[in-house]
């Protein structure tokens, strides 16, 4: 299984950028980038995904090294409320959308 | 969209009593899992339904356990003479069959406590 490689924890300041790194150097060419986080007492919530080419949306945005052996969640400004949980995982393919968890990266935000 | 709703949100229990939590995916949603997670980990595969199939069980599911999902909507998790090993997040989550841009919707858990 391709597995990835995140920091245990990160802060940051309250409207600030923050860019969390996952390393995924095992990926293989079919493998989408997900991520998810996971806010205290809640289930995880889906944040972004990608193939190769750098995805943005409301919640955040994903660069995607041009090798795919790493990639960086990026919040353009934290708030509180982004506090939680990051999860970078490679998608499992095959028939299922199983996604195997690590254990992620705690992001604390300071107002 | 209302969701995915787990019941019970906590349920206390003691050590050999059979319990059983239940799921209701997001209807239109035909993939089903159940993850476990304990403290200060990332969520564990327990298994996986597409539609009332159960097509995968991940070896961390004991004989203890079984999970159903009768007519492919609600699920239900039951844990047999349970062990305070067993005490953990019980997360459930529904997807739309849809390759790599498949998304999982996460319910909040039922968090099981084993005295």
């Known amino acids: 299984d391709a597995k990835t490689t995140q920091p245990n924890s990160m802060e940051s300041n309250e409207e600030e950028p923050v860019h969390l790194p996952c390393n995924h150097s095992?990926?293989?060419?079919?493998?989408?980038i997900h991520w998810y986080r996971q806010l205290p007492s809640q289930g995880p919530e889906y944040v972004i995904h990608g193939l190769t080419s750098n995805v943005n949306n409301r919640m955040a945005s994903l660069a995607i090294a041009e090798d795919r052996k790493s990639s960086t969640l990026i919040l353009h400004r934290a708030t509180l409320r982004d506090a939680a949980v990051y999860y970078c995982i490679l998608s499992y393919g095959g028939a299922t959308n199983k996604l195997i968890f690590g254990t992620g990266t705690l992001l604390a935000v300071q107002p | 969209d209302t969701g995915v709703s787990q019941n019970p949100r906590h349920k206390i229990t003691k050590r050999g009593q059979n319990v059983t939590f239940r799921c209701d995916p997001i209807s239109e949603h035909n993939r089903l899992y159940w993850y476990r997670q304990t403290l200060g980990q990332g969520p564990e595969f327990l298994t996986y339904f597409q539609n009332e199939a159960q097509l995968e069980k991940s070896r961390l599911l004991s004989d203890r356990f079984s999970a159903e999902r009768p007519k492919g909507s609600f699920s239900t998790l039951e844990i047999q003479r349970t062990e305070q090993g067993d005490s953990a997040m019980y997360l459930c989550a529904s997807s739309l069959e849809g390759g790599n841009n498949e998304k999982l919707f996460f319910g909040s858990g039922t968090q099981l406590s084993v005295l």
């Open positions: 095992t990926i293989s060419g079919t493998d989408y």
